[in-house]
């Protein structure tokens, strides 16, 4: 993408009263736009890293055998009804249309895929199975201040997992952990991501969170360090040992953190409600077992915002960056400017994400924009370098620069990989 | 993927009470489930095939310069105040929030993109801007019952341009015309799709709607036999003659047809609204001259249904269809099990496209499943082709059947795209 034809600017300050860091990053760097209260567009910068972000949670939920589906936002108030949740669930968005048909903006799917499940779901042959979407959830928040933490809108990747009995759902479940962490591995996130236990429901004592580390979390988490499992404040009046290595919990260490996914044993909880039933092998009529698995892929690149940058602005990883590379002319002269262009050419047509700066603007306003852009990578084209028919590579994460001959550019960023 | 896996089944009968035919036929297939009128979940086969008419649909935004946002569904009130659209538009969705926000779920999205675009564009310099979305919109239809045809909530791909001046308005609106021709070509729908006029505003006599010739289309449309040009009756009374060759309006044949896109010229409508202004060459303070474009993917996903189906089930088109093939194994044999098992990885390793029908299910309720799902085409293993070891392969639109040896099936199968 040649930066002098992208929608977006980068912006040194920001008008509107934004106090949430990864909104004010991304805001600066054009990713996203703020349209009210909880409410972004994602601009092409920042579609790019959701995009980026879903696809990995995609092809994670794959490899479980999940199958993508996508439901609608609008769900009819009756399904709510028979779960017993249009009064009692907290911050959903309310409307009605022609009619008086009353709908809820779905906030979390339950209402939607227990019924749908119903449809094709009538024997153990039929179980188990594995049903997801990533798609817009919204959620009526009474405080929407933290960017793309919390959002009135935002994306969501919820699965559902149906079984014939407990033993299968535990199974399932602990695939999930293991996807989960292969994703939070993806994002560059694993090591500060903590499996955390949370309040569960009649099904299951504890249910699941995945807990990531940053100093603007809203959640508080108590860290066994032995064994690195978590515990959530909510939960840790009923602690006193840890459950897993029994180490004691004062000895837990408390840390802020964003909860960027959950999983939760629902059991019967829905399928009693909607009568779901299947017949088993013993000819028996039983509830279909259930549980649901959440993970918010803008919430997601928020937390990857607040916890990757410097004062200069955002740090991308290479996995979810918009553009691996961003080359940057630094140089009136209108031959530089051809090379420049027969480069960036030959970077795409070899497959290379690029963002090329082919602007007028001067060398100060150039860096301090890329800076902010934050791509992983910065590729300069200058007089000087040019002199030796060199560019000048430096990652956004450190300070080490590298010259690099032009002929050899391409094997060299092939290597980066 | 393997069928015994497949969440959903296909239906013989439909218990709900629908009648539209694409409905009817992507109910049986497998490919959706309707939540409630006009709302529908799209299920793993349907999912795919929208997901490659977007594709299609981004692919060929692309190529005309256009880059891809996401706006909000949420859209304050606020907004749709200042464009006089809050009491007006026809059929928005009105929902309030916490303290009292009240919001419009965006059916269009003027009111989001002009503000956007305004943040972004201050000189000649900045433009022209091509931005797009494929987003989910929400229309308070008060007749939902055309299936995907007319849906209260249903995908769309939205693009909105912005120019210094209304020759580059003109210049870029003929490219979306050649866009929306290539875009139809791919879907296989160019020969049934005219380019229509209709209603224009104050800044233009006519807009455009692509109208695709269908016996159950809610439009009816005059097209010229001589150059093609269709006209939508809603301004038929006021052409004598076709506005490009000049044949007299009464030799104009009358047609059924579904509006499947739409480009219309708003001029300054929005930014006047907005008070979007630019400071051109001449220094001078000018509006901004915009046009918008429609094109709805989950529409289109049912208007291909309309088209291509007979009696026994949806024919999907090659670029569309959620497998290319549909590998069948009709026989209780172990060994031959094995053995189509064994062609079914290959395939897949191979790159292609298949749904491999491994139930314990009949030849009957096998073949019948084939031909309600629609795959392009179907590949069968059997006892009697095995002896020879050949497969049967069989395209979905013709009767027309060749046996293939096992061994060649890859090779064959390569050359049929």
């Not at 994670?60 to 996508?70: A, H, K, R």
């Not at 500060?192 to 569960?200: C, R, V």
């Amino acid at each position: 993408m040649k930066q002098s034809l992208l929608f977006t600017k980068t912006k040194r300050e920001i008008r509107e009263e934004e106090k949430s860091l990864n909104a004010v990053l991304l805001i600066k760097a054009g990713c996203i736009d703020k349209l009210a209260a909880g409410i972004y567009t994602f601009l092409p910068l920042g579609l790019k890293v959701l995009r980026k972000i879903e696809q990995i949670i995609r092809e994670e939920m794959d490899v479980i055998g999940g199958q993508e589906i996508l439901m609608p936002a609008l769900t009819p108030r009756e399904k709510w009804e028979i779960t017993k949740r249009w009064e009692n669930f907290d911050a959903l968005f309310k409307l009605k249309g022609i009619d008086d048909k009353e709908y809820a903006l779905g906030a979390t799917h339950e209402e939607v895929v227990t019924p749908l499940a119903q449809k094709f779901i009538f024997s153990y042959k039929d179980l188990p199975q594995y049903i997801y979407q990533i798609q817009t959830k919204f959620r009526n928040e009474p405080r929407a201040k933290s960017g793309l933490l919390r959002g009135r809108e935002f994306s969501m990747k919820d699965l559902y997992s149906f079984h014939a009995d407990e033993k299968d759902l535990n199974n399932y479940y602990e695939k999930v952990k293991t996807a989960y962490f292969k994703i939070f591995e993806r994002l560059g996130l694993k090591d500060i991501t903590y499996l955390t236990l949370a309040t569960g429901g009649a099904f299951s004592r504890f249910s699941h969170e995945f807990q990531t580390l940053a100093a603007s979390g809203e959640d508080t988490i108590y860290i066994c360090p032995k064994c690195k499992i978590a515990y959530n404040k909510e939960i840790i009046e009923t602690i006193t040992q840890c459950e897993t290595c029994r180490l004691a919990s004062k000895d837990f260490k408390e840390a802020k953190a964003i909860e960027t996914a959950n999983i939760f044993k629902l059991g019967t909880r829905f399928s009693a409600a909607f009568n779901f039933k299947f017949i088993d092998k013993d000819g028996a009529e039983k509830d279909v077992i259930m549980g649901c698995y959440g993970l918010g892929p803008s919430r997601i690149m928020g937390t990857i915002a607040e916890i990757n940058n410097d004062k200069k602005g955002i740090i991308w990883p290479e996995t979810v960056a918009p553009y691996q590379f961003h080359l940057i002319l630094l140089s009136p002269d209108k031959k530089l400017a051809k090379k420049a262009e027969e480069l960036y050419n030959e970077l795409i047509k070899a497959g290379f994400e690029v963002l090329f700066d082919d602007r007028e603007e001067s060398a100060g306003v150039k860096l301090n924009d890329s800076d902010l852009v934050g791509l992983p990578y910065r590729i300069i084209l200058s007089d000087k370098t040019a002199k030796e028919d060199n560019v000048e590579i430096k990652p956004r994460n450190s300070e080490k620069i590298e010259l690099v001959k032009i002929k050899n550019l391409s094997n060299y960023l092939k290597k980066l990989k």
